[in-house]
């Protein structure tokens, strides 16, 4: 079993910047490929970036060079950087991970889920 906890969201205002974290309980931590979604209010959660257990990294054509994922597997930690925040930024962030290879922006891919991480941009 996998647990995630992300952290580091907040209320940010337009152009602000944020910096996600999600630790992992998990044995072989580099044997998993990890994700970041996220779901705003009424909408379908989407998928923003992968990094697989290789370091090889995919991101949504939204991302528009605004997000930066890594990862640190000495800490069993997964990053995500996000820079000039939009108000449709707005939505809970979570992080995904499921053990081999994946680079697949679809939540059915990953099979542990954190509980999220509430980002509140405003205009």
């Known amino acids: 079993q996998v647990q995630l906890v992300e952290s580091g969201g907040g209320s940010v205002q337009s152009r602000g910047s944020l910096r996600l974290s999600c630790t992992a309980s998990a044995y072989n931590y580099r044997d998993y490929s990890l994700g970041w979604f996220r779901q705003g209010p009424g909408q379908e959660r989407e998928g923003i970036a992968t990094i697989d257990q290789y370091g090889g990294t995919r991101y949504a054509d939204f991302v528009e060079g605004r997000f930066t994922m890594c990862r640190d597997n000495a800490k069993n930690a997964l990053y995500l950087q996000i820079n000039s925040l939009k108000p449709e930024d707005t939505a809970m962030y979570y992080c995904?991970?499921?053990?081999?290879?994946?680079?697949?922006?679809?939540?059915?891919?990953?099979?542990?889920w954190g509980q999220g991480t509430q980002v509140t941009v405003s205009s």
């Open positions: 995904a991970a499921v053990r081999g290879w994946s680079n697949a922006l679809v939540r059915g891919n990953y099979k542990y």
